[in-house]
């Protein structure tokens, strides 16, 4: 598969170069995203990945560390991130790319039809190539869902098995403290290196295409609509960095929100009330990682999600998906 070209631009200036292109490859149709955006998606990507290898306790200490690893993010960045790693994931398909291009127009009609994306994001879904796109997000979005959902189930099957060992029914030392280090940590925004950035677009580029045409979701939910938004805003130009209060509304969902809230609310009311060290391993394996992967999942799958029917008029719903392979990606730092 050829991956995508992505240039990404950092505070100071310098050209971190993605998937072979080249520092003077800036021709007009490189996408931009804002800085704080990325980095949310990069924020989304390391937690999902990195919380999916809990899976070890052998002592009261690889519990503690368990559980910092497992409730380090802050919701709404993490909803943000989801958005935007969606967004980035449609950028790969060729056909939705031109779909965007037709359908913006020029001059007053392109800025008329990027107001129109931000009021009304499931206006994305009615471009060409959506569904395809669409199918990306739901494949780019499950595939870090689904490893975290799994590995909750096999954490909260570990607090049963391990209550064999001594170690385990120990009660927790300072309870209020280790409350008090959740929430801190939940509430703690991620501030992802410009590496971590580049490395985050390769492997969203990677994605393999025929994977999401093989599993396509039912319809497309709210989540993806607003990804699709704005991955068209990108391809319009109106995503730099100046753009991003704009582009606000396309960065949080309100079943989601409420998804990853909750699911904090649930882990924080848990913690509250656990005492030996199982019942801390009880509450990382349920609230923090199975629940949270789960609200991603749902996300990408529709359940309990707002969904249309694919409205693309050219969508191809069984065969190969385009991968848009001439465009540069940049990350504005709005400066």
Request: aromatic share 6%.
């Amino acid at each position: 598969m050829t991956i995508s070209k992505f240039t990404l631009f950092g505070l100071a200036g310098a050209c971190l170069v993605v998937g072979g292109a080249f520092a003077d490859d800036m021709d007009e149709g490189a996408f931009e995203m804002p800085k704080e955006v990325v980095a949310a998606a990069t924020a989304f990507q390391s937690y999902m990945r990195d919380a999916s290898t809990i899976g070890d306790f052998s002592n009261s200490q690889s519990v503690a560390q368990s559980v910092r690893k497992g409730v380090s993010y802050q919701p709404a960045q993490l909803e943000e991130g989801m958005i935007a790693y969606g967004a980035i994931a449609a950028l790969q398909d060729e056909g939705f790319v031109d779909g965007v291009q037709r359908a913006a127009g020029r001059g007053e009609a392109r800025d008329a039809f990027a107001e129109q994306l931000v009021e009304d994001p499931f206006a994305a879904t009615r471009i060409d190539g959506a569904a395809g796109a669409a199918r990306r997000i739901a494949a780019a979005l499950s595939d870090r869902a689904a490893p975290l959902v799994s590995a909750g189930a096999t954490v909260k099957s570990a607090a049963y098995s391990v209550q064999h060992q001594a170690w385990s029914r120990e009660m927790v030392d300072d309870a209020q403290g280790r409350l008090a280090e959740v929430k801190r940590l939940s509430a703690q925004v991620s501030l992802p290196s410009e590496d971590d950035n580049q490395a985050m677009v390769r492997a969203v580029a990677e994605l393999n295409p025929q994977t999401a045409a093989n599993d396509a979701p039912a319809g497309i939910t709210a989540i993806e609509a607003k990804a699709l938004a704005l991955a068209a805003e990108s391809v319009i130009g109106r995503a730099h960095g100046s753009d991003r209060a704009r582009l606000s509304p396309l960065l949080t969902e309100t079943e989601s929100a409420q998804c990853l809230r909750m699911a904090k609310l649930n882990l924080y009311q848990c913690m509250a009330v656990a005492g030996p060290q199982y019942e801390d391993i009880f509450c990382l394996g349920q609230h923090a990682m199975a629940d949270t992967g789960q609200c991603v999942a749902d996300a990408a799958r529709g359940r309990g999600q707002t969904q249309v029917a694919y409205a693309g008029q050219s969508a191809d719903r069984s065969g190969d998906i385009p991968l848009a392979s001439h465009h540069s990606f940049r990350i504005d730092p709005g400066e």
